[in-house]
Every structure is written in C-alpha cells, then in structure tokens.
Nanobody
Framework: QVQLVESGGGSVQAGGSLRLSCASS????????VGWFRQAPGKEREGVAA????????YYADSVKGRFTISQDNTKNTVYLQMNSLKPEDTAMYYC????????????????????WGQGTQVTVSS
C-alpha cells in the first residue's frame, strides 16, 4: 500500500507564500510522475503541477506558471510545491498524487491516470 502524506497548507494573505510537501513512507519516487492537484468547493479537481522524478522534468498549468515551483528531494522521498504570489483563487484543497509512468506528466494532467493519492492539505488565501 503506497501512502502519500501532504503537509504545509495553511492560511495566508494574498501575495504570500506557502510550501507544500508530499512525502511517502513506502514509495520510491524514482521514475514516477508525481503531481499536485487542487479542488475548490463546487469545482472539479485540476492538476496544477507535476514532476517526473526520473529526469526532474516539470509541468505547470497556465494558472500557476511563474508563481509555483515543483521540486523533488529523492533522499527524503519528498516532492515540494513552492507557491508564491498567492491569490484568493488559489484557495483549495491540495492533493498530491503519483503514478509509475512518464506519460502521466504530459499536459494536461489527468486525474484518472494517477493511482495513488494523499489525503489533502487545505490552502486558504485571503484578500
């Protein structure tokens, strides 16, 4: 059973920053696509960023490009999402997900492709 655990969510004012972490206790991130998704109330879950841990290639949704940065630390089996210049519209529950295939990191991220999910961490941005 693969477990993904997110942390780092919280409440910030617009323009602020947060760093989310996605850690796995039993899952090696080598050669996997690890993605961050978010879901706001009443909206569908959308993929915002992903990293292929085999070569550290990244993907970003247009809505976060230039503001969010996804990175990995293979020694800690952890993927990070650094979120800067946060906006109220970034408010959502953020989930990390993983799957063991390279093509899952192709744009746009498809929720159904990812087989492993964390429990989510809430991000709230106030204006």
């Amino acid at each position: 059973q693969v477990q993904l655990v997110e942390s780092g969510g919280g409440s910030v004012q617009a323009g602020g920053s947060l760093r989310l972490s996605c850690a796995s206790s039993r899952f090696t991130y080598s050669s996997n696509c690890v993605g961050w998704f978010r879901q706001a109330p009443g909206k569908e879950r959308e993929g915002v960023a992903a990293i292929y841990t085999g070569d550290a290639s990244t993907y970003y949704a247009d809505s976060v490009k230039g503001r969010f940065t996804i990175s990995q630390d293979n020694t800690k089996n952890t993927v990070y999402l650094q979120m800067n210049s946060l906006k109220p519209e970034d408010t959502a529950m953020y989930y990390c997900a993983a799957v063991g295939v390279r093509w899952a990191c192709d744009t746009p991220l498809r929720r159904a492709v990812f087989g492993y999910w964390g429990q989510g961490t809430q991000v709230t941005v106030s204006s």
